[in-house]
């Protein structure tokens, strides 16, 4: 994505430009979709969600200081953005516990496809707890990058660390049938 | 499954291509938010003075009633001084009608409050 490009639109936004905003929305609104996605796991909310994360960004655009990338800090306003959505609105997901009684049961009856299973995986990162549930999410949105998903977090890489250990050690325990031979290992 | 399959599941999620009218939508969304004028902020400057009388009358109150002659007996104990300071801060404080000063501070913030709420100040 054009770093120089985002440069010059925001400044034409905030010159009155309106159609510099398009080009931004237009560039980012794959990325911003997919992590509202990965937070409440419905396409037609996430869409919704992602217009919100725009529509603050559009607000608060004077508030981007030009020493991060533009990226960096849209990320972060979409990540807050989800994050106090999900708060008013939990996602539609289930309890841990009962996901594995759910995962249980399909498993006996008909075997736990590859694609279940991923999905079980997925549905499970969603039932954390919220600290730990937003840092997976954004490590792995970030292609497993602590200082990109620390930025996004707006928090220190180390405690980025901790809460990722934390939440791949609740899953582990959860979902043993799943992740029995996972062997925690420091994150990077 | 070890820890590499874990991430590999949770890195390769499955990609969501916007609906045809999402930019439009955002854009429309947008116009509206420009073509709104932009919100009254709170008037602190003006409030600052009450506060500024508010609090020099609750210092006045407490000098007042520390310098005042006691005629009571004297407690030895550095807890009943304190509590015969307090007693006597109210007692004063009941003089000039604090509980009523205090209702309508305590009225006026949840005025305040519910200002806050209904134009979404904090929203």
């Not at chain 1, 106090?84 to 289930?94: D, G, Q, V």
């Not at chain 1, 954004?138 to 809460?163: N, Q, W």
């Not at chain 2, 919100?39 to 409030?47: D, E, T, Y």
């Amino acid at each position: 994505m054009g770093v120089h490009e985002d440069r010059e639109d925001v400044d034409k936004v905030l010159a009155g430009d309106l159609s510099a905003f398009e080009r931004i929305v237009s560039r980012w609104q794959g990325p911003l979709i997919n992590l509202a996605y990965r937070f409440c796991r419905d396409r037609s909310r996430s869409q919704d969600m992602a217009q919100e994360a725009f529509l603050r960004a559009f607000r608060g655009l004077r508030g981007w200081r030009r020493d991060a990338a533009f990226s960096s800090w849209l990320f972060s306003v979409a990540t807050n953005c989800y994050r106090t959505e999900l708060r008013r609105i939990p996602a539609a997901t289930l309890p841990l516990d009962t996901l594995l009684e759910l995962a249980d049961v399909h498993r006996v009856q008909s075997g736990l496809s590859d694609r279940d299973r991923d999905e079980a995986v997925r549905l499970a990162v969603s039932a954390l707890p919220a600290k730990y549930r937003d840092a997976l999410i954004l490590f792995y949105f970030h292609d497993m990058d602590i200082a990109c998903s620390a930025r996004s977090l707006g928090l220190p890489e180390g405690t980025v660390k901790a809460r990722l250990s934390r939440g791949r050690e609740m899953l582990r325990r959860k979902l043993p049938q799943f992740l029995g031979e996972l062997r925690l290992e420091e994150v990077r | 499954m070890n820890l590499h399959e874990f991430d590999r599941i949770l890195t390769r999620e499955a990609e969501i291509e916007p609906s045809p009218g999402f930019v439009h939508s955002v854009m429309t969304a947008v116009r509206n938010e420009a073509a709104v004028p932009p919100r009254i902020r709170f008037p602190w400057l003006c409030l600052l003075p009450q506060l500024a009388v508010w609090c020099i009358a609750v210092v006045w109150v407490v000098i007042d009633s520390v310098h005042l002659p006691s005629h009571a007996p004297v407690i030895s104990s550095r807890v009943g001084e304190w509590g015969e300071a307090l007693a006597t801060i109210l007692m004063r404080a009941e003089g000039f009608g604090a509980g009523w000063v205090l209702l309508a501070l305590v009225s006026t913030l949840l005025c305040l409050k519910l200002r806050w709420r209904i134009s979404g100040w904090f929203g």
